[in-house]
DNA sequence: TCTAAATTAGTAATGATTATAAATTGAAAT
DNA sequence: ATTTCAATTTATAATCATTACTAATTTAGA
């Protein structure tokens, strides 16, 4: 879903050594829309890769946040970290029942994001821009 | 900073009971516009509780979460979870180094609260709409 | 090839949060 | 006023996501 090589090359460019765990996890955060957990992408990996750990995983995630390369978003309602490798500005949607997080495009998140980036003073890492609710599904289901 | 009025009608509409433990918390919430933990909440309303329970904290945090009343930002660089009593829409930018968290009010923040309203479909409880990176003194701090 | 530093894997430790259960409180109902 | 009963609080134990640690492995460069 997004370009791999913004997250490779972030590793490769800031000295850190791209090896094939690495690769992997960039390659599966690349391709997906999901916005997983640590968990979730150690699951994914363990058939292909029987030897990787869990704290490799935190690991690269922790080194991808530190350069900007992907978001931390925060619990979804489940208490574990979900990540978003889609660093464009956009607004995202978190069900605390089903514990999913969806996308949604917005011009006007854009401004808020140069906005924060000329007047803030900050050295701007991240943003974690989410509403948090329950999404049509599992209002159906509550009713 | 904010109105008490707002949490504690909150509690009261929702059937849950107005104890001095919560009517506190409460208090304490709606006079800071720091973005306070539960641990900070406790640690401040000891002196003044001695019986107060950190859990006691906890579970009325939660109750106003779930009520709208407060938002959950998340953490700060720090592990643990920031609360936020203001919930008019409005930037928050965290300092993943000193962890505290500071407002940047923003119009164009308002038109995405109404955009997610109107548009997602989703019952929303609440928002984290937080940059984070490092504040200017601790930038300085880093030469 | 040799060397040293980076990385990984495996496991232990941490600590924020949640669960549990007994004690306390408080709003009715009698 | 007393009784009743559920809500709430407190104290403590348990959970578990994450981090720390250490030995083994890998890898880039001399
Ligand atoms: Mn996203
Ligand atoms: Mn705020
Ligand atoms: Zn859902
Ligand atoms: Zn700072």
Redesign the pocket.
């Known amino acids: 879903m997004n370009d791999i090589s913004i997250l490779t090359k972030a590793l490769q460019h800031s ?3 791209l ?4 690769m992997a996890i960039c390659e599966l955060l690349a391709a997906t829309d999901r916005h997983p ?3 979730w992408i150690y699951e994914q990996l363990r058939p292909r ?1 029987p ?6 995983v ?3 995630l ?1 080194a991808l946040v530190g350069l900007g390369a992907i978001n931390e978003l925060g619990s979804a309602g489940d ?3 979900h990540y978003d490798a889609n660093v464009q500005p956009h607004i995202n949607l978190a069900c605390v029942s089903c514990h999913r997080v969806i996308d949604l495009p917005s011009e006007h998140i854009e401004h808020v994001a140069s906005e924060v980036k000329d007047a803030s003073g900050y050295r701007l890492f991240g943003a974690r821009i989410l509403y948090y609710g329950l999404c049509p599904e599992c209002q159906a289901k509550a009713i």
Chains 1, 2 share one sequence.
């Open positions: 000295g850190l050594r090896t094939p765990q690495r957990t640590a968990l890769y030897s990787l750990s869990l704290a490799t935190y690991h690269t922790e208490g574990t970290v």
